[in-house]
Structure formats: C-alpha cells, structure tokens
C-alpha cells in the first residue's frame, strides 16, 4: 500500500492536485531554507481535504521531510487523468458525486478535470488514457 | 839679459794669463751654453709632463664620466626594480582588499536576498489565501447563477428544465457505459 494513498484517494480533481503540488512547492522551499515548515505558512495555505490530510501526515513525519513531500509530488504526478466533458457546470455536491463513482469503480489514483462543453446538452464526453467515449443529448 | 830674461818670463806669464784667461772666457761661454740647454731640456720635460699629466686627468675624466653613466643606468634599473616590487605588493594589497569587500558585499546581498525572499513568499502567501477565499466565494456565486442561466438556456433549446439530478444520473450512466465498454 502506497504511503501516500490516504492523500491520493482524497485528491477528486485535476485542480485540487495542482494546488496541493504548488503546496508541496512552497513547503519543500521552507524545508530547504529553515530545515522546518513555518506553521503560519501552512495555515495560509488553501483549505483542502486531501491538503489538511497532507499536512497531518506530514507532521507525523519526523526525518527527511523534504523526501516525503517530493515523494508525494512524485504520487500525485504519477495519478491517472479523467476528462469529463459536460453540458453545465455541475454543483459541489454532484461533483463530488460523480467523484465519488470515478474513484470506487475506475480507481483511488484517478483525478478529474470536468470541463463544460456548449456542444453537450446533457451526458458527457470522456476521455480516459487516450480512450474516448460519449454519450451525450 | 836679465831683463829680458824678466822680460820673457813676463811675457811667458802674461802669455800664460791670456791663455788661461782665453781658456776662462770659452768655457765661461761653454758653461753658458750648457745651462741654456739643460734649461731647455727641463723646459721640454715639463711641457712633456704636463701634457702627460693633462692626458691622464682627460682620460679619468672621460672615465668618470664612462662611470658616473653607468651607475646611472644601474641606478635607473635598481629603482624600476623597486617600483615594479612596490607596485606588485600594492596590487596584491589591493586585491586581497577587493576579494575580502566582495565577500562581505555577497554575504550581505545573500541576507538581503533572503530577508526579501521571505517577505515575498510572506506576501504570497497572504495574497493567495485572499486570492482563494475571494475565489472561494467568487465560485459559490457563479455557482448559483450559471446553474440558473443553465436551467434557462436548456430550457430554451429543449424546451424543458433538466435538474441538476438528472445531469447526474446521465453523466454516472455515461460513465457506467464507458466501463461496460472497457473505455475505463
């Protein structure tokens, strides 16, 4: 089991992995700096599940800070990329839905990017590892 | 006779005299002569000496002079050598100088550096938690309207509202096809 897959399962879309890689960033910056994470810094820092599941790990790490947070930049790197093409911007609730379903039955390592499409009144467009389907009004 | 025994004997002397006289008088002139010569010979002597000793006081001078050139061409080469010493331990001088301000003139611009580096990220960071609540917020809102915008041009083309539950219901169907299809 990956020790980081607690973070990589909460990580539902491709933006919330952007923002916890440009975290990683800042922190791996401090590290290299102060050999410590500034804790003001982190209370900066955007308010996120699989962000403050990061950080709660991260305290528990007691060496070699650094080399867990590149190894979790290197995990989320490596995490598989579903585009979603659909007709509205769908709400935080069916997002997390849709989320929810992408991680239980295609796996815990895939992130989404939803994209709204005006050329889709209702269903969705997918592309999956250079593999497309759609099924669309 | 005897008178003129007298009279030869006196003539004898006085012939005598005059000889001797004569005799007195040439060498007188002789010895003249001589002192003339010897005079001139010392004369010639002297002039000779001292045209010697003229050529030789010319020829220390001429030497002094040979001399008193090259002591100053050494002179000259002593003191460029000095020069060029002085001017080599000043440039070392000057330059350990240089080397030690340009260190300390890093090690400052590395604390100025640093001090700004971190005032920066002090102030990204508190511009991207403003940035990401106003987001945050600026999200909720478009949220709420683009779902009502949506709902409106939907209807429009389709005639009909399709909620937000159904848009569900048709992606999670689509999603569920494409795995049937081991698209996923």
Redesign the interface.
Known sequence: MNIYSEIIKKIGTQETAENINEAVD?LC?DMY?LNKVDD??IS????DDALHEAMNELELVKTEKTEWLLGLKKAIKEMRI?I?D???????K?RE??IE??KR??GEDVVTRFQTNPEI??????I?EG??????? | MDNLVIVIILSGIVAVLVVAYLDLVRKSKFMSGQEVKAQEKARLKSEMILEEAKERAMQIVREAKMLSEDQKDELEEQWRGVIRKVSREFETEAEDEVKGFRKSLELEAVGVEKAVADRIEKEFAAAKQQIEEYKKEKLSRLDAEIVEITKDAVKNVVGKVIPMGEHKRLIISALEEAKREHIL
């Open positions: 800042i910056n700096r003001k810094l900066k820092l955007p308010q579903l979603l659909v007709a509205v911007r769908l709400d935080l069916t839905d849709v379903w992408i039955n295609v009144l209702a269903g969705a467009k997918i999956f593999r497309y389907y759609e099924k669309k009004v």
